[in-house]
T-cell receptor, first 111, second 113 residues
Framework: ELKVEQNPLFLSMQEGKNYTIYCNYS?????LYWYRQDPGKSLESLFV?????AVKQEGRLMASLDTKARLSTLHITAAVHDLSATYFC???????????FGKGTKLSVKP | DTGVSQDPRHKITKRGQNVTFRCDPI?????LYWYRQTLGQGPEFLTY????????KSRLLSDRFSAERPKGSFSTLEIQRTEQGDSAMYLC???????????FGEGSWLTVV
């Protein structure tokens, strides 16, 4: 059974600092997704990583994928308060259909 | 707005009643997914369709739950004889084929009292 683990689950950061969220998964997959969720809202797609070594960047967020290590990272550069949210990684499970999500990392950026 | 649309957004029902949620995916998206999310947890997969065919169902989908996508466009998720444990946000998502971005709707909040 595919399992997806994120760490840390909670992250309190100061504005301007850098940090990395880690996402490990238990079985082979060549597609990994990162989503952002604000309280009471739905999920906003951030990145889709489709191959080993893929790296994507959008603003202060950069995601990478190492399929051999079954690891993805979401790096936050010079955090700002607007980045406060819960971040989920997800991997395709089942017969190439459904996404299996991690528990999420709740990020709080403080001045 | 051309995103994934869900209705109703909020539903409060008494235990034992039936409820139905509707999802309209992004136009031309052939894949449609249903997820459930409870407070503080990640979304849990329920089922997905490719066109009108239901291709996979989670073990979470008990026989009280049924989903349809009769014409390969909109989908409905019905919960019969609701229980308090069914209280959650039900998320619908759609995508165009495999490997592409999966877009989520705003969700339908269910409270069973």
């Amino acid at each position: 059974e595919l399992k997806v683990e994120q760490n840390p689950l909670f992250l309190s950061m100061q504005e301007g600092k850098n940090y990395t969220i880690y996402c490990n998964y238990s079985t082979t997959s060549d597609r990994l997704y990162w989503y952002r969720q604000d309280p009471g809202k739905s999920l906003e797609s951030l990145f889709v990583l489709l191959s080993n070594g893929a790296v994507k960047q959008e603003g202060r967020l950069m995601a990478s994928l190492d399929t051999k290590a079954r690891l993805s990272t979401l790096h936050i550069t010079a955090a700002v308060h607007d980045l406060s949210a819960t971040y989920f990684c997800a991997v395709i499970g089942g017969s190439q259909g459904n996404l299996i999500f991690g528990k999420g990392t709740k990020l709080s950026v403080k001045p | 707005d051309t995103g994934v649309s869900q209705d109703p957004r909020h539903k409060i029902t008494k235990r034992g009643q039936n409820v139905t949620f509707r999802c309209d995916p992004i136009s031309e998206h052939n894949r449609l997914y249903w997820y459930r999310q409870t407070l503080g947890q990640g979304p849990e997969f329920l089922t997905y369709f490719q066109n009108e065919a239901q291709l996979e169902k989670s073990r979470l989908l008990s026989d009280r739950f049924s989903a349809e996508r009769p014409k390969g466009s909109f989908s409905t998720l019905e919960i019969q004889r609701t229980e308090q444990g069914d209280s959650a946000m039900y998320l619908c998502a759609s995508s165009l084929g495999q490997g592409n971005t999966i877009y989520f709707g705003e969700g339908s909040w269910l409270t069973v009292v």
